[in-house]
Structure formats: C-alpha cells, structure tokens
C-alpha cells in the first residue's frame, strides 16, 4: 500500500528538549516537505527536499531543521522545541516532473511544547 | 509570492443540498490547482484538481470550475452527504515542481 508514515502521532515535551519527528514514504518519491497546520492559519510549509542531500526552506523554516540521507526518509528536527511550535505536523510526498503530481500527506504528529 | 484566499471559512448544509467553496489566487502564472480534503484525525487528501487549459472539471458529485480571468476557482458538491464533512483545503502552484501554496482551509459541516 502506498503511503507516508509519520512517528510519534503525538508527543509531548517541554521547552528546549530536542526532538525528532520521522518520515518515510513507501512510492519512490523525489519531493517531500514538512507542513505545520494551525488553526486559522491552514497549512504552511516548513521545509521540502528536492531529492536525496538537496533540501530548502518553506515559508516557516524558523526552530526546524530537516535532513536528506536517504530517499524514503525525511526526518524534522526541533533542536531546542519552544511553546510556539506547538502544532499539528504533516510529511508529504510527491513525484518530480514537468507536470504537478499528488502530494500524498501523513497521519499527522500532534506536537504540545510546554 | 502566491497567495491563496478562501471563502467562506465555514460552511453549514442540509444534507442533500449543495455546497460550493471559492479561492482566489495572486499569481497570473498558477496553472495547477488541486482541492484536498481533510477528515477529522487525517492527513489532507488529493479529491479533485484542474489545469489552466480546462475551465470544468467533473468526478461524481464533485466538480471544480475555474475563472483565470478573475483569477478565482471553486469546488462544487452537489447532493451532500455526512461523511462530506470535513476541511476543505485548495491550493494554487506554477505546476512542475514549483510549490503548491494552500488557502487557509474550509470547514464543511452537513447536517443530516
């Protein structure tokens, strides 16, 4: 089946604690990002990877980091979590091409910093 | 940028009845936009989305009409159901693999 999975579904943490959110997508795809969805605010993206080792900064890329080892795998980093990045995270994947393609999101991983 | 607004934030139906969204978008250059639903505890999901070389487009009882003159489109759902219910995201890109930009989301609620 194809699909991107997303670990933890949720978490919980305290300020300045550092944390790791996983994303693998099973489709062979080139293109992933990292949204962060808050209400009223819709769905902003943080950061996106081209292909393996390329990757660029959304329109919220403030308190993330993002890495590229490996082609199924993208995980987003919170190097010191403060309470404004509590939110609802999505991964997403799509192909590359000439023309746009699906994005395929994500469960979800539900993030409260306190 | 492209800047993506959607009308209205929440939208309350008879179940049976029609419900119809509109966004507008900034860019002349969009050429691509796709419509994702978002079921309560879901990730956003694609249901329908148009090219700029096409004005209509149709799949069961959703459809999405577009106007690049006005620079607006809007997704129509005809004959509502409960399991309608849900946020409804459009969102506008320059197609390839140029960055899809997402209105803020709208709030479908039917009401059996």
């Known amino acids: 089946e194809a699909q991107v999975t997303q670990n933890p579904r949720y978490l919980i943490t305290v300020t300045g604690k550092k944390l790791t959110v996983t994303c693998s997508q099973n489709m062979n795809h080139e293109y992933m990002s990292w949204y962060r969805q808050d209400p009223g605010l819709g769905l902003r993206q943080i950061y996106y990877s081209m292909n393996v080792e390329v990757t660029d900064k959304g329109d919220v890329p403030e308190g993330y980091k993002v890495s590229r080892k490996e082609k199924r795998n993208f995980p987003l980093i919170l190097e010191s979590p403060s309470p404004n990045q509590t939110s609802l995270y999505f991964c997403?994947?799509?192909?590359?091409?000439?023309?746009?393609?699906?994005?395929?999101f994500g469960p979800g991983t539900r993030l409260t910093v306190t | 940028g492209e800047n993506v607004e959607q009308h209205p934030s929440t939208l309350s139906v008879q179940e049976g009845d029609s419900a119809v969204i509109k966004c507008t978008y900034s860019?002349?250059?969009?050429?691509?936009f796709p419509w994702y639903k978002q079921e309560l505890g879901k990730g956003p999901q694609l249901i329908i989305d148009?090219?700029?070389?096409?004005g209509e487009k149709k799949d069961q009882r959703i459809a999405v009409t577009l106007n690049k003159t006005a620079k607006h489109f809007s997704l129509h759902i005809t004959e509502t159901q409960p399991e309608d219910s849900a946020v409804y995201f459009c969102?506008?890109?320059?197609?390839?693999?140029?960055?899809?930009?997402f209105g803020k989301g709208n709030q479908v609620v039917v009401i059996p």
């Open positions: 860019d002349s250059a969009s050429n691509y």
């Open positions: 997403a994947s799509h192909k590359a091409g000439d023309v746009s393609y699906e994005q395929y």
């Open positions: 148009i090219r700029s070389n096409v």
């Open positions: 969102a506008a890109s320059r197609g390839g693999n140029n960055r899809l930009a």
